[in-house]
């Protein structure tokens, strides 16, 4: 580094001394000069990291307090139905934390509640990328690195939820026992692994506590950190608008404004979630008490982000439980892993398949508006209700007993919307958004109906309508629509199988489409209603 | 008028309009379904007689002249008074509708009458009484091994803290909130509906008073960690913060996205 004038104030000096040994202005000119464009949507992956970052504050202080022990003892401490009954160190380090610590209970509400928004505001957040495009080349393994984030927010989670060692948390392990025994040849082996021997045993807290506070932390804080960098690295995206093109990126610099905007977001985060945990119960540890394996409580329900699973088994069929040649096949429970292999695999992939269907290998940096691209917001739409189907399975008792409905016909109705839901879904929105499109197209070309009728001296009827501002006009027009693209002879002038396999999804998933308004079309638009109108702005329409 | 008129179209009338609605319908829905408290019993030999009419003009219709049961509702010999002080006393009895379990809704006789329904059927044949206000102080029972009890015997219907739950076909398990302890003491000995009956040998008395200790305890003490949001579990906290949380995270990114006017 060049310095051709000395600093003489004594912050100059001490900005000199640092960056002559650290170089941190490398780092501030590109973070600082990051630019985020403003839109409610781009700071829903924020949330996420605000909820993970009060999480691990909250998690810390738990630290000191929580013996992931299960030695057992008999409960001597205020909670009066407990008193005297036999419970394990970790249960009873959980009800001192939730009773004896000064600021436990709050601490331990804010703890889990931060999780569950932790793992909602990462759904939100990588849904927004998925019905944008954002995930499409030069981004496609930030969007790997996302689909692992969830998967290690949900293991977090999980091995949270199992650490107090009350009943519900114990019922939770007995799934996750019975899952792995439930795999072929190896599933006893794992099971007796894990539990350092027969389920319960006395390892599993202290073994799930090195996994919850070291392992899957660190890497979570691994990945956010390789997120994070993707995310400066290849710049914000942006929505379709009038100057934003793929080569610049219009917003604000992170300093000053935006950082003191995040900084308050933060703040805000924290604020809503001291809000929560100071006035709603979450995980009331105290009236479940100790974990048994004999009693499993009604309403028995694992943490949201894991419902989807736990709904799945919920309403797998029985029958799917058979033996060979005396062996037993416990396709009734190991599907589970199938279909969580199956869906996180699926989200893998997605960015890569994409490309692959539509040929496409450029970079993409404008979003796509979700009714642009009916077929992957159809697909993304059909995914969402095969998700949700399956969770809401995971509350069937509850949706039965309240809305006075049998049990028995809530387990129907879940197995046959898990065949037909997603395939329903993905037909009615991919409809809604063709008719959206061709909404727009109407728009962009006729203009915005402004509900004034006015009537010809001849008599007919009709309506005004107001041609659109350009940066309105802009948003409708601008786009790209993925078109039907035939198999090709590759480079020997072959077509191939996977070529023709491909032709064929790209003819199902792109035949019906809705073609963006050229210019041709806009000018002729104009010029008829110019001609018809005899000039002037206000244009008249059918 | 003219403040009224200049509002309407505020993008906020749509939400104070509903929230108006709520709040009315909420209140006088609550204002409707107030109770009344009725007088205490007194229980004697002569009540049998009158407890006979009732029977004949209530109950005979489904349960037989005589209590001896048709093809429409059980024979009632032998159930005992406590049954009926349970049925009817909870309002499940006289039916409302058929369906797979007789739900409770505001009782059809008052305490007097109740306690003369249940002493003709208790004279019918040997059967349970209605349990000593000994056998239900809550005050003398142990809600600690109350709660083991409960947890082993009660949990895996009614939710650990009796929030209740789904059984199969409809039939399901009450939420125990709001029950008294002479209430919960008759279900257990007797087993109304789907419940199973956890008679003296199973459960004893003392037994039984610990259960509505516990029950009383946690039903009734306010949750040390806030709202209870019904004590449903992992399901109301998923509901609560996609809807609560997320709403006002959501409202908060489009306040700071958005641009001063």
């Known amino acids: 580094m060049s310095t051709t004038t000395q600093p003489t104030t004594t912050v100059g000096k001490a900005a000199t001394f640092v960056e002559s040994r650290v170089g941190a202005s490398v780092l501030v000119r590109e973070f600082g000069r990051k630019i985020f464009p403003a839109h409610w949507s781009f700071m829903l992956g924020e949330v996420a990291l605000y909820s993970f970052v009060i999480v691990v504050l909250s998690g810390t202080f738990l630290t000191f307090f929580f013996h992931p022990a299960m030695g057992e003892l008999h409960y001597e401490g205020p909670w009066v139905p407990l008193r005297g009954v036999e419970i394990s160190e970790a249960y009873n380090s959980t009800l001192a934390i939730s009773f004896e610590v000064r600021g436990g209970l709050f601490i331990r509400q804010m703890h889990h509640w931060g999780a569950l928004l932790f793992v909602a505001a990462l759904s939100i957040h ?84 090195t996994l919850h506070i070291m392992i899957v932390p660190a890497l979570l804080i691994a990945l956010i950190g390789v997120h994070l960098v993707f995310v400066v690295v290849h710049k914000h995206t942006q ?14 610099p992170v300093m000053p404004t935006f950082a003191a905007k995040g900084g308050g977001f933060f703040f805000l985060i924290f604020g809503l979630l001291s809000f929560i945990s100071a006035l709603f119960t979450i995980n009331p540890i105290w009236n479940y008490g100790p974990y048994d394996p004999s009693p499993v409580s009604a309403g028995t329900q694992p943490d949201w982000y894991i419902g989807w699973a736990d709904g799945f088994l919920r309403i797998v069929p029985g029958w799917l439980e058979f033996y060979i040649a005396g062996w037993p096949i416990s396709l009734n429970i190991n599907s589970a892993v199938i279909i969580m292999g199956g869906v996180f695999g699926a989200m893998f992939i997605y960015p890569f398949f994409e490309s692959w269907l539509l040929k496409d290998k450029r970079e993409h940096h404008i979003l796509d508006r979700p009714r642009n691209n009916p077929t992957r917001t159809a697909i993304g739409v059909a995914g969402i209700v095969f998700y949700c189907n399956m969770w809401a399975a995971a509350s069937g008792d509850i949706v039965a007993v309240f809305f006075q409905m049998s049990l028995n016909d809530m387990i129907y109705i879940f197995r046959a919307l898990f065949f037909l839901g997603p395939i329903l879904a ?99 638009s104009h010029h008829e209603h110019d001609s018809a109108e005899g000039g002037g702005h206000k244009e008249i329409g059918y | 008028m003219k403040l009224l008129a200049d509002r309407r179209r505020h993008p906020m009338a749509l939400v104070v309009l509903l929230l108006v609605g709520l709040l009315l319908t909420g209140g006088a829905y609550a204002l409707f379904t107030q109770t009344s408290s009725a007088k205490a019993d007194t229980a004697s030999a002569s009540d049998i007689e009158s407890g006979k009419k009732l029977f004949a003009a209530n109950c005979a219709t489904c349960h037989g002249l005589s209590g001896e049961g048709s093809k429409t509702g059980p024979g009632l010999i032998g159930v005992g008074a406590s049954a009926v002080d349970f049925q009817v006393g909870t309002g499940r009895m006289p039916l409302q509708a058929n369906g797979p379990q007789a739900r409770v809704k505001e009782p059809q006789f008052n305490d007097e009458q109740t306690a003369q329904l249940a002493a003709y059927v208790g004279s019918l044949g040997p059967g349970p009484a209605i349990p000593a206000e000994e056998n239900l102080d809550a005050s003398k029972g142990d809600p600690a091994a109350g709660g083991g009890l409960f947890r082993t015997n009660c949990a895996m219907c009614h939710n650990v803290v009796g929030a209740g739950g789904a059984l199969t076909r409809g039939k399901y398990a009450p939420n125990l909130s709001g029950v008294s302890g002479k209430h919960l003491y008759e279900a257990m000995q007797t087993g109304p509906q789907n419940m199973p009956i956890f008679n003296d040998a199973n459960l004893t008395p003392d037994d039984k008073r610990d259960v509505i200790a516990y029950v009383n305890e946690v039903t009734q003490t306010t949750s040390p960690g806030g709202f209870k949001l019904g004590s449903l579990g992992p399901v109301a906290e998923g509901l609560f913060i996609w809807f609560f949380g997320l709403g006002a995270v959501i409202a908060m990114t489009v306040w700071l996205s958005s641009r001063a006017k």
């Open chain 1, 126 to 209: 990588m849904l927004r990328v998925f019905f944008t495009g954002a995930f499409r080349r030069p981004r496609e393994l930030n969007w790997v690195v996302g689909v692992l984030l969830v998967m290690m927010g949900m293991a977090a989670g999980f091995t949270g939820y199992s650490l107090p060692d009350d009943l519900l948390s114990g019922n939770g392990l007995r799934i996750i026992d019975g899952i792995l025994k439930s795999l072929p040849l190896v599933g006893t082996y794992i099971s007796f692994f894990l539990f350092g021997g027969e389920f319960p045993g006395i390892d599993i807290v202290s073994r799930l506590y």
């Open chain 1, 239 to 252: 929505y379709p608008g009038a100057g934003n093109t793929e080569k610049n990126v219009v917003g604000e």
């Open chain 1, 426 to 524: 993905y037909f009615i929105t991919k409809r809604m958004c063709l008719g959206l499109q061709r909404k727009d197209r109407e728009i962009a070309l006729h203009g915005r109906e402004t509900a004034q009728i006015i009537r010809l001296p001849h008599g007919e009827f009709l309506e005004r309508h107001e041609a659109l501002p350009p940066h309105k006009l802009w948003k409708l027009t601008a786009f790209e629509s993925p078109i039907y693209t035939p198999a090709e002879p590759n480079a020997e002038g072959k077509i191939t199988g996977l070529e023709k396999f491909r032709a064929r999804l790209s003819r199902f998933f792109f035949e019906d489409r809705v073609a963006p308004v050229s210019k041709h079309e806009l000018e002729a």
